[in-house]
């Protein structure tokens, strides 16, 4: 007998027998082989490569209370996470204190007190707006992976850039929401982490360089900063820059080491060139150790270009 074909919005990745209920599908439908027993009330089809909201949305479906919080809600919004968080794939699941507690397999369940506008809902999903997540994460990750983070969620660029980009939250939300949350685990690192947040760092690594040469006592780099010719017209994006000595500091990821990346690199240092502007290039070698080679780089650089430690 051939199975029933289930209605498009259960083919896109998990769904729970609450919402095939709604749609009309039999619970025998559900219990055929061509779907996946996820956890209890949870199925996903059996050929699905389902990942991030898709994979999730079902668990923040089986009741009116459930939300995705902590790192999950950090994997939806895209927020880096460093190394020793990132293996948790648990999926953090809250409801609001009052409701029972989440148990489920795979599932780190969470009771939380939310305000209204730190529960959103996002591509299926109901998870902590973007200000919450941070500062969830705020007992979780040391300093500099928490300004990382912050850094990620503002960061914006204009349409002069080759990709504009919009902040998810602003630095005004994340100091409001530390304000209102003055008891929570966390917030100490959180305050200490509003102070070094800046807009434009497009990755953990732009913002660990910048914070490291910070910290060695070389002057800050300004980001967001835009290189211009002689008619105006935009040249060139740093990563990050000094605009008075004309030096700009490149991070080269993974992605760099293709061969075609490789020669959009030389071109690139090569225009810097042109215009009068230094590339440092930064690998994440150099940013490593208690003492990271990019503090060398970027200083030999500054002096080169007349700056001296006061």
């Known amino acids: 007998m051939r199975r029933a074909m289930l209605p498009d919005q259960l083919t896109a990745g998990s769904f729970s027998v609450r919402a095939s209920d709604k749609a009309g599908v039999t619970r025998s439908r559900t219990r055929a082989k061509d779907l ?23 668990y923040t479906d089986l009741d009116d209370s459930s939300i995705l919080v902590s790192l999950s ?3 939806i919004w895209g927020v880096p996470l460093p190394g020793n968080r990132s293996g948790d794939w648990r999926i953090h699941l809250a409801r609001r204190k009052g409701f029972s507690f ?25 998870l902590t707006s973007p200000a919450r997540t941070w500062l969830d ?5 040391d300093l500099e992976d928490l300004v990382a983070a912050g850094d990620f969620i503002v960061c914006s660029h204009g349409e002069d850039f080759p990709v504009p980009k919009a902040a998810l939250c602003s630095i005004d939300e994340l100091t409001e929401i530390v304000g209102r949350h003055a008891g929570m685990r966390g917030v ?48 060139l994006w740093p990563d990050a820059a000094y605009l008075e000595y004309r030096i700009s500091l490149q991070y080269d990821g ?13 071109q690139r240092q090569e225009n810097s060139l042109s215009h009068g502007w230094l590339e440092v290039r930064i690998s994440k070698h150099d940013l490593e150790g208690e003492r990271p080679a990019v503090v060398h780089k970027v200083r030999r650089a500054l002096q080169s270009r007349g700056w001296c430690a006061r």
Do not use: C, K
């Open 36 to 58: 996946l027993l996820v956890s209890r009330g949870i199925r996903i089809p059996a050929l699905s490569e389902a990942s991030g909201a898709s994979a999730l949305r079902a």
């Open 73 to 75: 809600a950090a994997r």
């Open 102 to 126: 989440p148990r489920r397999v795979n599932v780190a369940g969470h009771l939380l007190s939310l305000l209204p506008e730190e529960a959103v809902e996002y591509d299926g999903v109901r």
């Open 137 to 141: 994460l705020a007992s979780q990750l």
């Open 188 to 235: 100490r690192t959180a305050r200490a982490a509003l102070g070094l947040i800046r807009v434009g760092a497009d990755s953990a690594p732009e913002t660990l360089m910048r914070l490291a040469v910070v910290d060695a006592n070389l002057p800050e780099p300004v980001l967001n900063h835009i290189v211009r010719d002689a008619l105006g017209r935009p040249v």
């Open 254 to 266: 993974q992605h760099h080491g293709g061969a075609d990346q490789h020669l959009r690199d030389i």
